[in-house]
């Protein structure tokens, strides 16, 4: 199986880039052109060819969702973080929900269709170094995602998990988003075996690990004391970690 990974891997991987290739001045034109509703569809579609791209490593993703998400309000998806390929599929299964990230601001520059996405889509970009900006920064984005009615993804483990185990959560963004957006939900996300893509290193790639994301029951932010908010949302995320 190896050995047909680093014959496949380069194939995924000029397809991949060449999609974010592509898509990149495709952003440019639809924003400075048609403006924010026409980004956001050619996000949605980015997101879906990047999705397909997978297959090419024989990786179907799926979206197990047995809960209606309530809608007219600002939702917070709130995950574990096993990959970068645990992004596209959560761009394009809840698209209907404006989904912004929160990423750190190393992203913001260098990668074709990712940076210019993040640094006007209303991404949150925070410096890890720098608390004072990271916390203006979330405060600003927390009132956009309550005023737009945007859903807002965070991965509060902070760093991806490289093999799958769940790493503790931090408090510190959700806190800032949850209190800007009390009348808002949480919705909590368990992916899993997105980390086997990386199973041997940056290269090659795994082959042939279906990828799940199990959407959980909706949580009213101002139903529970933060803390207790916390404890629910991360044991309902990590207790279906595979």
Do not use: C
């Not at 509703?37 to 050619?42: E, I, N, S, W």
């Not at 990828?211 to 207790?239: C, G, Q």
Request: hydrophobic share 40%; no cysteine.
């Amino acid at each position: 199986m190896k050995i047909l990974s680093y014959i496949i891997s380069p194939i995924f991987i000029l397809v991949f880039f060449l999609l974010l290739v592509i898509f990149h001045p495709l952003q440019w034109i639809s924003l400075n052109v048609f403006g924010h509703k026409a980004h956001d569809k050619v996000v949605a579609a980015l997101n879906f060819f990047l999705v397909k791209s997978l297959l090419i490593l024989g990786i179907p993703i799926r979206l197990i969702n047995k809960h209606t998400l309530p809608e007219d309000t600002s939702l917070i998806f709130v995950s574990n973080h096993q990959s970068t390929f645990d992004i596209p599929p959560i761009g394009w299964f809840f698209r209907k929900h404006h989904p912004k990230f929160v990423a750190k601001i190393e992203l913001g520059k260098g990668i074709p269709s990712v940076s210019y996405n993040l640094r006007h889509g209303g991404a949150a970009l925070i410096n890890r170094k720098d608390a004072k900006q990271a916390l203006t920064e979330l405060g600003r984005f927390s009132k956009r995602i309550r005023e737009k009615k945007w859903g807002a993804i965070i991965f509060p483990e902070g760093t991806r998990s490289r093999t799958g185990k769940p790493k503790p959560f931090s408090t510190n963004g959700l806190k800032m988003i949850t209190k800007y957006n009390p009348d808002g939900y949480i919705v909590p996300l368990t992916i899993n075996n997105s980390w086997k893509v990386f199973k041997y290193g940056k290269f090659p790639l795994g082959l042939g690990s279906p990828i799940s994301i199990t959407t959980h029951k909706p949580i009213k932010i101002d139903s529970l004391p933060f803390d207790e908010l916390m404890k629910e949302v991360e044991t309902a995320v990590t207790n279906h970690i595979q």
